[in-house]
């Protein structure tokens, strides 16, 4: 296993330096990033490993005309993994255009390749590998710069002649750098767990418990918003720099310099979107009739039926053979317009109150909360707080279904069995910090059981749940004085 994750690390590395200037092409409506084939070269011994998105279950759920139909959105709206489509419908910080503008110092008519600038030692940038771009909006690579002389060499040549009085713009950083540097970086950092679509499912993730995060359905678990909202900006960069505890997410706030983490945050927000849209857009698929089970239960409720005559009925609706492009901009735009709200403070969760003193009074107040019907902790994280409720021994409905699991416990919104925390070890995934154990209360963790209480407690209760959850690991034994968890939260504080 050693030896196979080396030789898919060495082979991402080998081709993470991609240049960020290859084909740019500016659209009304996108940036289109293209570059060379990212993952198609093959290091000696180490087989392949393909450079493709894969497509969701709601897809597959899909007959064949409304498969193409998202397949063909998908393409368009975010490209693929070697020629990345930036849609601008979403504010991310995709990476705007940097550019210096350079008086031209001479110009060589009859090698119209060689162009010499002036005070190019001012500059403090690297512009071998940018491009120059002309008064005529006319690109051109520069292949080669001496830094002493201001001389460039660019290709293609140039077609019109350059006089002292001219000046051109110097590109260091085309639209969407990030987005292409953050997918460079993913290559090398993430893939291995989060997989290329960043569906969890990367060579490494069958080894690993709990599993990667699937960022398909645009939920992360551990959020500074509330509970109906999608994670904001600081979210991701709080994972990427802490790590998540007790799990193999590591912190790369040692890897990272610069605005690498912005570019990985800024392509992962894009595989997330991606993912989002193919699920959203899949579902307006089968209300408008193009799902499989929406096929069958027509052929079987109407006599004399055929599956060509549904599916010629599904291609000539309006909302597909006129309409598409207005129903694909519309998934599109309400899915831009949540992540844009994440990162607005009405939706920061934010105490009302400091953190009152771990006092002995408020860390009892907390255990009676814990245990009371009101707050219901210990239906998951047991009396005690060991992890053990007696939630983990019932079987849990199947989301959307009459149906259980096949064996009890808990399960996530992803279908993975998980375990409620036990507080004794003090490990804390969404952070340690008070202010983090006050969220995961307050907003409770998104794709998980565990709800959010800022609507039903008040601050002071949250504080008292924190103090009390904090003081766990470092408790001896609780006394066996537990109350019966049926009582009230005041018949606990005044007995």
């Known amino acids: 296993m050693n030896y196979v994750l080396f030789c898919k690390a060495m082979d991402l590395v080998h081709r993470r330096a991609i240049s960020f200037f290859e084909v740019v092409v500016v659209k009304p409506r996108f940036v289109i990033l293209s570059a060379a084939s990212l993952l198609a070269v093959t290091l000696a011994g180490c087989g392949d490993f393909k450079s493709v998105f ?289 990162n607005s403070p009405e939706v920061e969760v934010f105490p009302k109150k400091p953190r009152p003193e771990p006092t002995a009074e408020s860390i009892a107040r907390g255990r009676a909360l814990f245990i009371s019907k009101d707050a219901k902790c210990s239906d998951c994280h047991g009396m005690q707080g060991n992890g053990n409720g007696p939630q983990t021994e019932a079987y849990q409905q199947l989301p959307g279904s009459s149906l259980t699991y096949d064996k009890p416990g808990l399960y996530d919104d992803w279908g993975h069995p998980i375990k409620p925390r036990n507080l004794h070890t003090g490990i804390y995934r969404g952070g340690r910090r008070p202010l983090d154990i006050y969220r995961r209360i307050s907003a409770g963790i998104k794709g998980a059981l565990m709800p959010g209480f800022g609507t039903s407690l008040s601050d002071d209760q949250i504080w008292d749940l924190v103090n009390y959850v904090m003081s766990i690991p470092y408790e001896n034994n609780l006394s066996p004085e537990s109350v019966p968890a049926e009582k009230t939260v005041a018949e606990h504080i005044t007995k």
Not at 86 to 114: C, I
Not at 231 to 246: K, M
Request: charged share 25%; hydrophobic share 35%.
């Open 54 to 342: 894969s497509y969701n279950k709601t897809t597959d759920e899909l007959i064949k005309p409304a498969q193409r139909v998202v397949k063909t959105e998908l393409k368009e709206n975010f490209g693929t993994p070697e020629a990345l489509v930036a849609w601008l419908k979403f504010q991310f910080d995709f990476g705007a255009e940097e550019s210096v503008t350079v008086k031209v110092n001479s110009f060589d008519t009859a090698a119209k390749g060689v162009v010499v600038l002036d005070n190019t030692d001012d500059l403090g940038v690297d512009l071998e590998g940018a491009t120059l771009k002309l008064s005529t909006d006319a690109v051109h690579d520069i292949v080669s710069y001496d830094s002493e002389s201001g001389q460039l060499h660019v290709t293609p040549p140039i077609a019109t002649e350059l006089t002292d009085d001219d000046s051109v713009t110097i590109v260091t950083k085309p639209h969407g750098w990030k987005l292409v540097r953050g997918r460079n970086l993913y290559m090398i950092h993430c893939v291995h767990c989060h997989g290329v679509s960043g569906d969890g499912a990367g060579p490494t993730a069958q080894y690993l418990n709990p599993l990667p995060r699937d960022y398909r359905q645009g939920k992360f678990k551990f959020t500074s918003t509330i509970s109906t909202e999608k994670a904001a900006h600081r979210d991701f960069r709080q994972t990427l720099y802490e790590g998540i505890q007790g799990t193999s997410m590591p912190s790369f706030k040692l890897k990272l310099i610069g605005d690498d983490m912005d570019a990985i945050i800024a392509y992962v927000l894009f595989l997330s979107s991606r993912g989002e849209y193919e699920i959203n857009l899949g579902n307006e698929m089968k209300v408008l009739g193009g799902g499989k089970q929406e096929v069958q239960d027509r052929l079987r409720d109407e006599q004399g039926l055929t599956r060509q005559q549904v599916f010629k009925e599904f291609q000539e609706q309006e909302e597909l053979s006129t309409g598409l492009t207005e129903l694909s901009d519309e998934v599109g735009m309400i899915l831009a317009e949540d992540w844009e709200r994440a």
